[in-house]
């Protein structure tokens, strides 16, 4: 069983709809947490960054993060054709020296005009 | 904003060769990281860097090698390049352990 695991997809919605994403972990030292979108050939942009568990939001992202349950969530309100990509969590362990992240398999996004 | 910039978006070799990847970031990161990115297996760590010189391996250093003379680059090598090698390759840095990389836009190497 993999550390983290996140539905491939393809999730497909029409635009203007709210697209839930999310993944859970297996290992409590997983503390810190990152969403980042994947255009197609191109390289993984961060979007959200949290440690803390509880809601952040950053304009139509919200990043949701519950430690107790092990579980991460992201939301894109208002979503637009220009959202279509891969979207990939990842975490890094407190036990982890080096800080290396735990990616999970990314989900596949389809935002339909 | 962090900048990673990678020297080449794509590449074409041919087996045997040695082959030269190049990463550099503006903003004085301590950690730097090389990936290779495949279709079903997602993002593997080849090699990552946590100071100048210093290296230590991920979780698929087999066949690669890296060199970080100065703070900013981190190179990776091929020894000598094999079909299996074909991958979009992904370099990220960071600053801390605790804090999130950042990635370049990669470079898509062919191995003929």
């Known amino acids: 069983q993999k550390e983290v695991e996140q539905d491939p997809g393809p999730l497909s919605v029409p635009e203007g709809a709210i697209v839930s994403l999310n993944c859970t972990y297996s290992?409590?030292?997983?503390?810190?947490f990152m969403w980042y979108r994947q255009y197609s050939r191109k390289g993984p942009e961060l979007l959200m960054y949290?440690?803390?568990?509880g809601n952040k939001e950053d304009g139509r992202f919200t990043a949701q993060v519950d430690k107790s349950s092990k579980y991460i969530s992201l939301f894109i309100r208002d979503s637009q054709p220009s959202d279509s990509a891969t979207y990939l969590c990842?975490?890094?362990?407190?036990?982890?020296?080096?800080?290396?992240?735990?990616f999970g398999a990314g989900t596949q996004v389809v935002v339909t005009p | 904003d962090v900048k990673v910039t990678q020297s080449s978006r794509y590449l074409v070799k041919r087996t045997g060769e040695k082959v030269f990847l190049e990463c550099v970031q503006d903003m004085d990161h301590e950690n730097m990281f090389w990936y290779r990115q495949d279709p079903g297996l997602g993002l593997r760590l080849i090699y990552f860097?946590?100071?100048?010189?210093?290296?230590e391996k991920g979780d698929i250093p087999e066949g690669y090698s890296v060199s970080r003379e100065k703070k900013e680059r981190f190179s990776l090598i091929l020894e000598s390049a094999s079909t299996n090698q074909t991958s979009m390759y992904l370099c990220?840095?960071?600053?801390?352990?605790?804090?999130?990389?950042?990635f370049g836009d990669g470079t898509r190497l062919s191995i003929l």
């Open positions: 860097s946590y100071d100048v010189k210093m290296k």
């Open positions: 990220a840095s960071s600053s801390d352990r605790d804090q999130p990389q950042h």
């Open positions: 990842a975490m890094i362990m407190t036990t982890d020296s080096w800080g290396k992240l735990q």
């Open positions: 290992n409590s030292a997983f503390q810190y």
């Open positions: 949290t440690y803390s568990s």
